[in-house]
């Protein structure tokens, strides 16, 4: 009775321990008796005890290796350090399985290897610009290459690229001479544009001064113009008012001799004759000519 038992407990945990639950994105490689037998995705499985064994689980994930820096020989012989991150995807558990040994090794020399070739056909120069282009060939041919093993690239990319140190320098004094020289042309530019907007503003101002300057004079000189016509009027209509009075000779000299009172006030230094006395005094001036004459 305890025979059975013994037995039935050992068939019991034979059972539950073949039975396999596959988690999404896992893939499990069955081997019956040493050779392959098939591949197992996500959900519940039986993998027969002692008669077949998993002898691999793969992700189905895309994979991100980052290896390391990597020296590397340009064109022009300038050495370097490069290194990569690759992106990759198990396509066929199967060929990863039984395909290559240890494929991470395998991808990390390929693209050591891969990575030295196209680098070698380039200059220093174009190295530094060209990364997208390295990239793209460098994804092409790891993809090629590591397709008989199962696994699919889909991405390359070039993380770092280090020169030697003096040549970093050199780099960082022509990138500090550029600078200087496109500051220089903007400065350059920046004086030229405000000498030139200094310039207009004064050639505005004098347009504008010398246009008030216009504008004053002749305001000046059409009030001047109303004015000697203001007087002119006034001076008309003063004697058409005079003449429809009726003014008569004395009393326009009886203004005269008013007037001449005025400006003989004593502190003038001239004397002021009216006419007829004028007339008298140049008669007087006649005769005493005449008379010093017939002496």
Known sequence: MEFFIVILIIVAVLFFTGIKIVPQSKALVVERL????????????????IIERVTSTVTLKEIVKDFAPQPVIT?????????TVVYYQITDPK????????????????????????????????????????????RSILDEATDPWGIKVTRVELKNILPPRDIQEAM????????????????????????????????????LRADAKKEA?????????KAIIEVRQATAEGL?????AGMDDKVLKYQGYETLMKMADGQATKIFLPAELQGVAAIGEVLSETTKSKK
């Open 34 to 49: 040493g050779s392959y037998h098939r591949t197992i995705h996500n959900g519940p499985h039986y993998v027969i005890p």
């Open 75 to 83: 064109k022009d012989n300038v050495t370097m350090q490069i290194d």
């Open 95 to 138: 060929m990863y399985t039984y395909g290559v040994e240890n494929p991470v090794s395998a991808i990390e020399n390929l693209t050591a290897t891969t990575l030295r070739n196209i680098i070698g056909e380039l200059e220093l120069d174009q190295t530094l610009t060209s990364r997208d282009v390295i990239n793209t060939k460098m």
């Open 172 to 207: 960082e004094k022509q990138m500090r001479a550029e600078r200087e020289r496109r500051e220089a042309i903007l400065r350059a530019e920046g004086e030229k544009k405000s000498q030139i907007l200094i310039a207009e503003g004064e050639k505005e101002s004098t347009i």
């Open 217 to 225: 004079q002749i305001r000046e000189a059409e009030g001047k113009a």
């Open 240 to 244: 058409k008012l005079l003449k429809a």
